[in-house]
């Protein structure tokens, strides 16, 4: 686990939008498992990447919106109901997702981003 930390305008998210393969890089090299960015392609959203505006439905349930990306995935009911357990929204999950708080529509989008365990997670 690495934590990035920097001032504002330091670079930081300039530098995971690189990463991640939402921008491309204008000079130097960056390198994500073995892979150079530039060669990365949309299966990097395969993987988990979190954002501050990363969507949900809003009027689905906490259960509903892991249900459906679950199914997506091939994923179990196990790995839902231990995932919103983990992140403390099990006893919320038949809630409408656009009743949560800020904090916990963060954690929905966290839950939902580890479904599918993924090898690396931004």
Known sequence: M???LGPSGSGKTTTIKI???QLAQTSG???VLG???K???ESIYEQGIVTDNSGIYER???YSNMKFFANILGVGKDRIDFLLTRVGL???KDKIANKLSKGMTQRL???RSLLHKPRYFF
């Open 2 to 4: 690495f934590g990035f």
């Open 19 to 21: 990463l991640t393969g």
């Open 29 to 31: 090299s960056a390198v």
């Open 35 to 37: 892979k150079p960015v």
């Open 39 to 41: 060669q990365i392609s």
């Open 60 to 62: 689905l349930t906490v």
């Open 90 to 92: 099990f006893v919320h």
């Open 109 to 111: 989008v966290l839950a």
